[in-house]
Protein backbone atom coordinates (compact mmCIF):
# COMPACT_ATOMS: atom_id res chain seq x y z
CA UNK A 1 0.00 0.00 0.00
CA UNK A 2 1.43 3.49 -0.67
CA UNK A 3 0.98 6.41 1.63
CA UNK A 4 0.39 9.70 -0.17
CA UNK A 5 0.85 12.92 1.74
CA UNK A 6 -2.41 13.31 2.78
CA UNK A 7 -2.70 10.13 4.59
CA UNK A 8 0.26 11.40 7.02
CA UNK A 9 -0.68 11.79 10.69
CA UNK A 10 1.05 15.30 11.34
CA UNK A 11 1.60 17.67 8.43
CA UNK A 12 5.28 18.38 7.16
CA UNK A 13 6.80 22.15 7.02
CA UNK A 14 9.58 22.92 4.99
CA UNK A 15 12.45 24.67 5.98
CA UNK A 16 15.38 26.51 4.62
CA UNK A 17 18.36 24.10 4.79
CA UNK A 18 21.42 25.85 4.99
CA UNK A 19 19.76 27.89 7.97
CA UNK A 20 18.70 24.44 9.90
CA UNK A 21 21.08 22.67 11.14
CA UNK A 22 20.80 19.36 12.63
CA UNK A 23 23.40 17.19 14.29
CA UNK A 24 22.60 12.76 13.77
CA UNK A 25 24.89 10.74 16.08
CA UNK A 26 25.19 7.55 15.51
CA UNK A 27 26.27 4.81 18.33
CA UNK A 28 27.26 1.15 18.05
CA UNK A 29 29.18 -1.21 20.17
CA UNK A 30 32.51 0.45 19.50
CA UNK A 31 32.25 4.49 19.10
CA UNK A 32 30.17 7.45 18.92
CA UNK A 33 29.85 9.20 15.67
CA UNK A 34 28.07 12.91 15.27
CA UNK A 35 27.12 14.01 11.76
CA UNK A 36 26.33 17.53 11.02
CA UNK A 37 23.59 18.27 8.17
CA UNK A 38 21.05 20.69 7.39
CA UNK A 39 17.24 19.79 7.71
CA UNK A 40 14.68 20.17 4.55
CA UNK A 41 11.42 19.54 6.39
CA UNK A 42 10.13 18.63 9.83
CA UNK A 43 7.25 17.06 11.57
CA UNK A 44 5.80 16.13 14.58
CA UNK A 45 6.79 12.50 13.09
CA UNK A 46 10.02 13.36 11.76
CA UNK A 47 12.65 14.90 9.79
CA UNK A 48 13.97 15.14 6.26
CA UNK A 49 17.75 16.22 6.22
CA UNK A 50 21.07 15.79 4.34
CA UNK A 51 24.41 14.16 5.53
CA UNK A 52 27.37 14.30 4.06
CA UNK A 53 28.21 11.14 5.65
CA UNK A 54 25.60 8.29 4.85
CA UNK A 55 23.62 6.72 7.48
CA UNK A 56 21.77 3.23 7.08
CA UNK A 57 18.13 2.05 6.40
CA UNK A 58 16.36 1.17 9.64
CA UNK A 59 20.01 2.58 12.21
CA UNK A 60 18.93 3.87 15.36
CA UNK A 61 20.27 7.23 15.48
CA UNK A 62 19.71 10.41 18.67
CA UNK A 63 18.55 14.34 16.43
CA UNK A 64 19.61 17.13 17.56
CA UNK A 65 17.07 20.09 15.45
CA UNK A 66 18.19 23.76 16.17
CA UNK A 67 14.85 25.22 14.91
CA UNK A 68 15.35 29.16 13.67
CA UNK A 69 14.43 31.71 16.68
CA UNK A 70 14.69 28.69 18.83
CA UNK A 71 17.38 29.23 21.65
CA UNK A 72 17.50 25.59 22.84
CA UNK A 73 18.05 22.47 20.24
CA UNK A 74 15.38 19.63 20.25
CA UNK A 75 16.65 16.27 21.20
CA UNK A 76 15.13 13.24 19.96
CA UNK A 77 15.99 9.60 18.89
CA UNK A 78 14.61 8.02 15.90
CA UNK A 79 15.04 5.32 13.19
CA UNK A 80 15.88 5.89 9.34
CA UNK A 81 13.67 4.88 7.24
CA UNK A 82 15.08 5.95 4.12
CA UNK A 83 18.32 7.01 2.25
CA UNK A 84 18.51 8.26 -1.32
CA UNK A 85 20.78 5.92 -3.16
CA UNK A 86 24.41 7.43 -4.14
CA UNK A 87 23.87 7.17 -7.87
CA UNK A 88 20.56 9.25 -7.52
CA UNK A 89 21.49 11.94 -5.30
CA UNK A 90 25.54 12.04 -5.55
CA UNK A 91 27.27 14.17 -3.07
CA UNK A 92 25.76 14.82 0.59
CA UNK A 93 22.87 12.11 0.92
CA UNK A 94 19.41 12.29 1.92
CA UNK A 95 17.59 10.62 4.23
CA UNK A 96 14.37 10.69 6.33
CA UNK A 97 14.58 9.99 10.07
CA UNK A 98 11.14 8.80 12.18
CA UNK A 99 11.08 10.57 15.86
CA UNK A 100 10.71 7.74 18.21
CA UNK A 101 11.16 9.22 21.13
CA UNK A 102 11.66 13.02 22.67
CA UNK A 103 14.44 13.66 25.25
CA UNK A 104 11.85 14.85 26.76
CA UNK A 105 7.90 15.95 26.93
CA UNK A 106 9.40 20.06 26.82
CA UNK A 107 11.68 19.10 23.23
CA UNK A 108 8.35 17.31 21.93
CA UNK A 109 6.28 20.62 22.98
CA UNK A 110 8.43 23.18 21.57
CA UNK A 111 8.55 21.35 18.07
CA UNK A 112 5.06 21.47 17.93
CA UNK A 113 4.82 25.25 19.33
CA UNK A 114 7.10 26.04 16.40
CA UNK A 115 5.15 23.96 14.15
CA UNK A 116 1.95 26.22 14.90
CA UNK A 117 4.10 29.67 13.77
CA UNK A 118 2.40 29.55 10.64
CA UNK A 119 5.77 31.32 9.28
CA UNK A 120 6.95 27.98 7.82
CA UNK A 121 4.79 26.26 4.34
CA UNK A 122 3.23 23.02 4.56
CA UNK A 123 5.55 20.42 2.21
CA UNK A 124 3.73 18.29 -0.10
Do not use: K
Amino acid sequence: MTTSFNDRAFDRFELTPMYTQVTVTRIDAMTIERIDGHVYDVSEAGVRIELDTPVCVDERVTVELRLPAETAAIFATGRVVWVNDAADDPGPRRLAIEFTRFLSDADRDRLVRHLGFGTWCRAA
